[in-house]
């Protein structure tokens, strides 16, 4: 048999695919499946799909068609796949249509531009889950208790939990739902997927509203698709029987690849997924009184109408002023736990940032 090496986000979709996490899809997609998404939002004439999810051959292997082939990962055989389909992309169709530009600074857009342009399409197997390990990864826990997802609404983040999240948070909580936090792994993380494990953890050590916080890791590319990408999470998320799951302002975007809020509006258009979409308006911190609040409610506690003292809330300012190590400004958007935790651990925030 011949094999077909994997980069790392292949990986993550194969393990996905093979655990059922990507259902309806058994596999990566052929020409005509590709098609469909990519004209129709639809993997086929009654379900939604909005992210090819593709497979790139790395060389020609022409002759592969109508055979296995196994799927290597770091010279490890990690699966198979039956190939039903090869074939070219138009890439400008294909990034304008799932990330809205073709901006070689979006730097997905650019990964597909560098990329041989020749896919694979077809049914896969995997020998085994290979997250097994992780005692965090949703799928384990989800084998062992499912109640944790069916009962709870979710909260995904690739960041360490600042001021806009918590506002977020107590909102879920004060409405008496039960919130889990799920930490996305991706093959490029803005931190340390486990150390924003650790600093919620102290979080629920520490404050009071966290206590009954579930926390949990998803593996997922990181496409920076907006609302493709939130819809695909979705669809992640309902596969494992969630109740609910927040969407916030711009969610999966990059920088202005798309309008604010838009990511919610494409649930207004696909309503196929049973799990509910809890939309949130954009957190904002006042410069003056320190009052975190809603975009919707107008102003702040002090109402001091004053445009430049309203601030966005938003990770990667945080993660900037942090590896700039400017602690008054970076404290002003943080909770004093996750503030005090990652100042304490700053060289392992900047050593893992290069």
Known sequence: MKSINLAEHEFIDLINLGLGLYKPLKGFNTKKEFENILLYQKFDKIKNWTIPILLNTKKKNLDIIDKECFLIYKKKKIGTIKVESLFKINKKKYCQKIFN?????????????????????????????????????AHNIFKLNKSVFSNSTVFTTRNICHLGHQLIHEKIIKSKKKLLICIIQSEKN???????????????????????????????????????????????????????????????????????????????????????????KEPLLCNICKTVFFSNIGKCKCKISVKRSILSIDGVTVKKYLLSNNIGKVSKFLNAVVAKFCLKNIKQIKKFNG
């Not at 650019?110 to 992780?134: A, L, W």
């Open 190 to 280: 803005k931190f340390n997927p486990d150390f924003v494990v650790k600093s919620y953890e102290q979080l629920r050590l520490q404050e009071k509203i966290y206590k009954n916080v579930q926390i949990a890791k998803i593996y997922l590319p990181s496409l920076m698709a907006g609302p493709n990408e939130a819809y695909l999470q979705a669809s992640y998320l309902n596969n494992l029987n969630c109740k609910s799951f927040i969407i916030g302002r711009d969610h999966a975007g990059y920088k202005k690849s798309f309008k604010k809020y838009e990511a919610q509006k494409i649930f207004d258009k696909f309503k196929d997924l049973k799990i509910k979409i809890i939309k949130t």
């Open 101 to 137: 530009t073709n901006s070689h600074y979006h730097p997905t857009v650019r990964k597909i531009y560098k990329s041989f342009n020749m896919y694979i399409g077809g049914e896969i197997k995997i020998f085994k889950n290979y997250f097994k390990k992780d005692k965090n990864f």
